[in-house]
């Protein structure tokens, strides 16, 4: 595993950043892009060679990074026409960074593992921007001695990278922190709806919880940012948080766990996607309150 070949699909967001910190680190690369072409441009002229199909960056490649949105690409990218299940080969690795289902990893790894092919999820966490820096965090789900081996390429486009268990269990940990992520994200947009309501000062209420435990960068580039009249400071789209929530509640289930809290954020998420925030970012939970409530919480906030 010493400095191996690196094969990359999915160059949206988090994978051109992660990409391009293999690339500029000294990893032989092969890449395809998902949709966009643009990205390639800088990737090419850094080194990298470009892949006309997934089959082909597994033909070139010691280690596959797959960096899609979700469970239907993981699939379509493993098992469709061309796909890397058919260039697979003894002693090759998959790294699944895409925050997918728990049963299609696992449907993934068993059948990858027929052909000697060991399959790790390592979701990841942080931002676009953070992916650009080489400071994403990621939490892997591999045996320990493929953690080890793989030690240096999540070296080249991390900053934190957690051991969280056996094969699964980064995908697991993925889940578990995007529920309590997103349910945090939706109290708040209902404490500024409750705030807005009752003419509560919402510098006041700003002012409070910044002050105890419930500070948190989430709570700034939520409740912070949405004083500067700004929906952006978390920029995760609200399709893919409802995603990411509807497999956590479908993980919950598939163990017999009841998630109350969670399928309650889930709905509030489908409602916001429902009323057309989709395309926005999370933040705008505050826009699907206004709409819900008939309030201006935005002009409300920001006030003085």
């Given at each position: 595993?010493?400095?191996?070949?690196?094969?990359?699909?999915?160059?949206?967001?988090?994978?051109?950043?992660?990409?391009?910190?293999?690339?500029?680190?000294g990893?032989?690369?092969?890449?395809?892009?998902?949709?966009?072409?643009?990205?390639?441009?800088?990737?090419?002229?850094?080194?990298?060679?470009?892949?006309?199909?997934?089959?082909?960056v597994?033909?070139?490649?010691?280690?596959?990074?797959?960096?899609?949105?979700?469970?239907?690409?993981?699939?379509?990218?493993?098992?469709?026409?061309d796909?890397?299940?058919?260039?697979?080969?003894?002693?090759?690795?998959?790294?699944?960074?895409?925050?997918?289902?728990?049963?299609?990893?696992?449907?993934?790894?068993?059948?990858?593992?027929?052909?000697?092919?060991?399959?790790?999820d390592?979701?990841?966490?942080?931002?676009?921007?953070?992916?650009?820096?080489?400071?994403?965090?990621?939490m892997?789900g591999?045996?320990?001695?493929?953690?080890?081996?793989?030690?240096?390429v999540?070296?080249?486009?991390?900053?934190?990278?957690?051991?969280?268990?056996?094969?699964?269990?980064?995908?697991?940990?993925?889940?578990?922190?995007?529920?309590?992520a997103?349910?945090?994200?939706?109290?708040?947009?209902?404490?500024?709806?409750?705030a807005?309501?009752?003419?509560?000062?919402?510098?006041?209420?700003?002012?409070?919880?910044?002050?105890?435990?419930?500070?948190?960068?989430?709570?700034?580039?939520?409740?912070?940012?949405a004083?500067?009249?700004?929906?952006?400071?978390?920029?995760?789209?609200?399709?893919?948080?409802?995603?990411?929530?509807?497999y956590?509640?479908?993980?919950?289930?598939?163990?017999?766990?009841?998630?109350?809290?969670?399928?309650?954020?889930?709905?509030?998420?489908?409602?916001?996607?429902?009323?057309?925030?989709?395309?926005?970012?999370?933040?705008?939970?505050?826009?699907?309150?206004?709409?819900?409530?008939?309030?201006?919480?935005?002009?409300?906030?920001?006030?003085?």
């Amino acid at each position: 595993m010493a400095n191996p070949r690196i094969g990359m699909i999915g160059l949206g967001l988090m994978g051109h950043g992660i990409a391009k910190n293999l690339v500029t680190k000294g990893f032989p690369m092969t890449v395809r892009a998902h949709r966009n072409r643009k990205p390639l441009e800088d990737l090419l002229a850094a080194g990298a060679k470009e892949a006309k199909t997934n089959a082909d960056v597994a033909r070139g490649s010691d280690v596959v990074i797959l960096c899609v949105t979700g469970a239907p690409q993981v699939e379509e990218i493993v098992f469709g026409a061309d796909g890397i299940a058919a260039a697979a080969r003894d002693g090759m690795i998959v790294i699944d960074t895409s925050t997918s289902e728990p049963a299609t990893t696992a449907k993934a790894r068993e059948a990858l593992a027929a052909k000697g092919v060991r399959l790790v999820d390592a979701p990841l966490s942080r931002t676009p921007v953070e992916a650009e820096q080489g400071r994403l965090n990621t939490m892997v789900g591999a045996d320990d001695a493929t953690f080890a081996a793989l030690k240096p390429v999540f070296g080249a486009y991390c900053e934190n990278v957690v051991h969280a268990g056996p094969p699964g269990h980064g995908l697991v940990l993925k889940l578990i922190n995007n529920f309590v992520a997103q349910a945090m994200c939706t109290a708040f947009a209902e404490a500024l709806a409750a705030a807005t309501k009752s003419g509560l000062s919402i510098a006041k209420l700003h002012q409070l919880m910044s002050a105890g435990p419930i500070n948190s960068p989430m709570f700034q580039m939520i409740v912070g940012k949405a004083m500067e009249g700004d929906l952006t400071g978390l920029k995760f789209t609200l399709v893919n948080a409802c995603k990411d929530l509807r497999y956590y509640t479908h993980f919950t289930e598939s163990l017999m766990l009841p998630s109350i809290v969670g399928e309650a954020v889930h709905q509030s998420l489908v409602t916001a996607n429902a009323l057309g925030f989709g395309d926005k970012f999370v933040p705008s939970l505050i826009e699907a309150q206004q709409k819900l409530a008939g309030l201006d919480i935005l002009g409300h906030a920001q006030k003085k």
